[in-house]
């Protein structure tokens, strides 16, 4: 059968505990021996015991010069935090320091911009700078409206050709239309009448007829009926 894990709690009975606590304590100073000899690492254990009783290993030199020299590892390893902590220090301190003058410079130039304060604050040299850099900004402002120009200037002429192109369409559907009503007279002559059915519109439902009719009387009457289809 395998073997259960074994639960790890204080041991109620005193004999036992102080036979588990001899048998634990010579195991883990021979394990302390054997890992400084195969490693040949300095290891100190200090060990007391539920009476107060110390029991202490050195595998190498004693137990006090390794405390010594823990002592001094863990001086050196606060110091060298503590210097970390103040060079940071220092760097936030300069880097502050820094940008408030880029702050100050930057209020400066735009008061300069404003023509706030400009006689008895700026050199000659730093006049000169101010007229190029303004120079150079009206150039680019300058660009920049002439592009947009361009861009609205394209736009109405497209614009213009769409409704040119929409004009032409409405004319060409107007004359359509006007040529469907036009009048075309024409006179045809049969067996004596004379026929003006062109003279009127195309789908009129009642044509136009023009009639010559001989009188008696040596004359000549014309009538105008209408025929029904």
Known sequence: MARGKVQLKRIENPVHRQVTFCKRRMSLLKKANELSVLCDAEIGIIIFSTHGKLYELAT??????LIDRYKTACGD?????????????QEFKQEISMLKKEIDLLHKSLRCMLGEGIAGHMTLDELLVLEK????????IRATKMQIMFQEIQSLKNKEGI????????QEKILEQNSLFDVSPMLVQQNGH???????????PYPLTVQYEHSNLGGSDMGFSYLSQ
């Open 60 to 65: 190498k030199g004693t137990m006090e010069g």
């Open 77 to 89: 390893a606060h110091s060298t935090a503590g210097g970390g902590d103040a060079n940071q220090s």
């Open 133 to 140: 850099h303004l120079e150079m900004w009206m150039y680019h």
């Open 163 to 170: 409704l040119k192109a929409a004009n032409v369409f409405l």
């Open 194 to 204: 004379f026929d003006a059915g062109q003279m009127v519109a195309a789908d009129s």
